[in-house]
């Protein structure tokens, strides 16, 4: 069944007649849905998909994330994210709590005892007081709260975890005409703070992600170079991951890269990568993992629900 889905809306994704890319557009360019970095554009979109398999020391494990977004105004949106986890426990497993950071990325999910369950229920709001056309820039406010849903045997905190964080979205399509080749260059990026509000023991979090990705749509739409049908809709993609303990044993920084591809076009994203650690400290808790993406752009496909605006 999970296979007839995924090939349905793969056939969707790159056999429907497409029109230009208006999802999470400003100005002539149109932002993905990351692997990991919080898109700053508030979207209406269902990621029925979001899988992470990894190795740890001593084991291995399997999530299958998904999320839901939906706006409520030009400017702002509302969502929800969990995911399923499936854990091959090392024996030394089970001293950490889910972190609601490393929850994006699959850290959360490498230091669960083992087992299988939900991890917590993400609520996220998400406000863009600046959007810049001619800059092709979005600069957003979101706070998530983490409510503890979930199943503590896969790593899931059993308490509430509050998670404010700015978001930017910015594209280089106004670098002067000599450099239209790095026109179709953009670059996204979060800063998030985790605070645990009942449970005073666990410290708070930093987060930080940096993405970059090339679009060739931008570069045959915006810059009038030809490509072929398929290879006109791929965006290659770069991101990086940081997580710092801001008190107590543990204080340092946890550093990942994930690199991928995804195809992009007005109804459906999809996408592909691997993620590894940059640093021992990141390597303690995975050595390498494949993630994807599949991602349902519903305001194109059902617009009486997805251009529907309550507060406008």
Known sequence: MRKAVVCFFFTVAVCVPDRALPHGRVGKRSFIEPFVTEDANPKDEFVLAKPFRFD?????????????????????????????????????????????????????????????????????????????????????FALEVQVPTGDEEVGSASHVVLEPALLLARGLGDLPGALWFLRPLALMGDLALEVPVSRREEED?????????????????????????????????AEFHFETGLQGAGRGTAVRTT??????????????????????????????????????????????????????
């Open 56 to 140: 740890r020391p001593g084991g291995s494990g399997f999530s299958l994330g998904f999320a839901l977004e939906k706006r409520l105004s030009t400017a702002t949106s509302v969502g929800l994210e969990a995911a399923w986890l499936d854990l091959q426990a090392p024996p030394e497993a089970g001293e950490h709590s889910e972190a609601g950071l490393a929850a994006h990325s699959g850290a959360a999910a490498s230091r669960g005892a083992g087992g299988n369950g939900f991890s917590n229920l993400a609520l996220r709001f998400k406000y863009a007081p600046v959007r810049n056309a001619e800059r092709e820039t979005v600069l957003s």
């Open 205 to 237: 979090m930093l987060g930080y992600d940096v993405l970059c990705f090339y679009s060739l749509p931008y570069l045959r739409e915006a810059g009038g170079v030809p490509l072929p049908r398929l290879l006109d809709r791929l965006l290659p993609v």
């Open 259 to 312: 690199a991928g591809i995804v195809y992009l076009n007005s109804y459906a994203e999809l996408g592909a990568g691997v993620q590894l650690p940059l640093d021992d400290t990141a390597r303690d808790e995975f050595d390498w993992a494949l993630v994807g993406i599949v991602d349902v752009f519903y305001d194109d496909l059902v617009p009486g629900i997805g251009k529907w605006l309550p507060f406008e």
